[in-house]
């Protein structure tokens, strides 16, 4: 029985992805082990979101090298469509897949069987015009929470993003097979999913058409026993309509937390970015959600320093989430990618510049933050506490994404529990005292 280890670098949709190719691999009579325990093959799963993702994938070719010198190192994902001739070259590496080879590699690579010393790796890697199959796809290896992929691909040319050319078109699981997987799930003492994706908001399009949409998605799972939570990972603001919003605000299993990318709070940028709404657009969704739940948590994504960007661009950017109702900010630094339009804007902002930028963005979600655990003080709410201790105390997510602490109790793992919030602590935790005995959920 051969040994087969993963590693996944990027988002939670890679992790998704991973999972999946995971279980095709024990199907197949092979035995899943941790990177560090002498695998036979190495499967890694790459990002290409910036320059650094893809640093860490030769990274961690040389560290398979070093466990293993034997075992048979295999690249896919995004980094792996759009430089599969490149990473071939990279010493160690024996197969790069592509899109639309990665979820057919067991059978493809079949063997596993080294390339001679000093020969580039095999590349499976069609055109991404040819990545159009869609593959359910979710997590298992945290079993409080599951990521459930339900779309991928992008047709959204923004322009710093290689996620079209890595991805291809946008394209869905149908309602019926998302619910099924979610019941599946569910049979697995899974309590949360997190719906995740490329483009989640165009959720609804097979085989080229458009059948069914997001909505139709959210109010399906609504109805899923055994589930006691789903969570809405990404959403762009074009897409996140009334309707949505208003459906959460009353949903029995929906939570109220909305992340939704911003990227710049400049019209002038959103233009250069080439995104499909202006900040009068988001300040109305932020204000939406605000009026019909006002505990939701609301993260932001942000881009600092896309060229063309001038100091003052920033500033606009800063003040405009300054005063936004918002929770937290995931501030991302810009990077340039190949094949993107962004590398034909002018000025190009200076990388030192740029790292200014984020971390005044940073401190600012620093504020936002404890500012909302702040307005939450003395609210009731449950908490899905995990596996995770240390120092004797454990931690947990409330439905609107508090991140709490309390006192290890191990029949608290995996399960929801009405708490109060009380105090934030030294590490920006909420501490919670026991709002009743009762634990609203078991396995």
């Known amino acids: 029985m051969k040994k087969v280890a993963f590693y996944t670098l990027g988002c939670k949709l890679n992790y998704s992805e991973t999972s999946s190719i995971s279980r095709m691999f024990e199907q197949k009579g092979y035995h899943k082990v941790e990177f560090n325990e002498q695998p036979d093959i190495f499967i890694i799963n790459t990002c290409s979101v910036t320059d650094n993702a893809d640093k860490k994938c030769r990274k961690i070719v040389r560290e398979a090298q070093q466990i293993n010198p034997d075992g048979y190192v295999a690249i896919i994902g995004c980094y ?48 991404i015009e040819e990545a159009i199959d869609y593959h359910t796809s979710y997590s298992l290896n945290d079993r409080t929470r599951t990521f459930l992929k339900v779309q991928d691909g992008c ?14 078109k946008s394209r869905s699981d149908s309602v019926e097979n998302v619910v099924k997987a979610a019941r599946e ?27 069914e949409s997001f909505l139709d998605l959210v109010k399906a799972l609504d109805e899923v026993e055994g589930i006691d939570r789903f969570r809405i990972s990404s ?32 019209n002038k940028m959103l233009g250069l970015m080439r995104r499909r709404y202006r900040r009068e657009l988001y300040v109305d969704r932020v204000n939406k959600i605000k009026s019909l739940m006002p505990h939701c948590c609301i993260g932001v994504d942000v881009i600092v320093g896309h060229p063309g960007e ?43 510049e740029r790292a200014d930028r984020s971390k005044m963005l940073h401190i600012l979600s620093d504020k936002k933050k404890r500012s909302f655990y702040e ?11 995990e596996d995770d201790v240390q120092g004797g105390m454990m931690q947990g997510f409330t439905e609107n994404y508090v991140r709490v602490t309390a006192k290890y109790d191990p029949l608290l793992i995996n399960e929801t529990k009405k708490v109060i919030l009380t105090s934030i602590n030294e590490n920006s935790l909420v501490e919670v005292e026991e709002a009743e005995t009762e634990i609203l959920s078991h396995n």
């Open 80 to 127: 792996a469509q759009l430089k599969p001739k490149e990473i071939s070259e990279i010493p160690g590496v024996d197969a790069v897949l592509g899109a639309a080879e990665k979820f057919r590699l067991v059978d493809l690579l079949d063997t596993f069987e080294k390339v001679p010393a000093g020969q580039p790796g095999q590349v499976l890697a069609s055109p």
């Open 155 to 168: 047709d959204y040319p923004c322009s710093y993003c290689t996620i079209p050319l890595a991805r291809g």
């Open 185 to 211: 799930i569910a049979q697995k003492g899974v309590k949360e999913i997190v719906l995740t994706g490329v483009n989640i908001g165009d959720f609804g399009i097979q085989n080229g058409q458009r059948n």
């Open 235 to 266: 959403i762009e603001p074009n897409l996140l309509t009334d309707e949505i919003i208003a459906f959460v605000a009353q949903s029995k299993r929906f939570v109220p937390h909305f992340h939704i990318p911003l990227q710049s709070g400049s």
């Open 310 to 352: 001038t100091h003052a661009d920033f500033l606009d950017t800063y003040q405009f989430l300054n005063e936004l109702d918002i929770s937290y900010l995931h501030v991302f630094t810009y990077s340039e990618r190949p094949n993107t339009t962004a590398l034909t804007i002018r000025p190009i902002v200076p990388n030192r």
């Open 375 to 385: 307005q939450q003080l003395g609210g009731t709410f449950t908490v899905l506490f």
